[in-house]
């Protein structure tokens, strides 16, 4: 049990560092592996920046709750769905109402 729990926290290093970078440099990782289509620098619209972010953001929250719910009771998955649900309607609302 805490051996898979060590795994799952080496694994998920990597992964956490991409939604960072995801975060802070939403051009880049947009274009990442893309940037060959282009003759010339690409113009990003700024809603596609603002969901790069907002869509990093919901994976750094929901991706820990979603990996230790499976190591833990089967009740508290159902507790951390309805709250990752709750937080991607809250942010959803929070960052698309902006104009």
Known sequence: MVGEIVLAVIFM????AFFIWTYNCPEESFLF???????EE????PY????MKFVSIVAMISTPIVIFSFFLKQSFFGLALMAF???II??????FSKS
Do not use: F, T
């Open 13 to 16: 290093i990597p992964l956490y």
């Open 33 to 39: 592996g893309r940037r060959w289509k282009y003759q």
């Open 42 to 45: 690409s113009e990003i619209s």
């Open 48 to 51: 596609v920046v603002r969901y």
């Open 85 to 87: 649900m709750l937080v």
């Open 90 to 95: 809250v942010g959803a609302v929070l960052i």
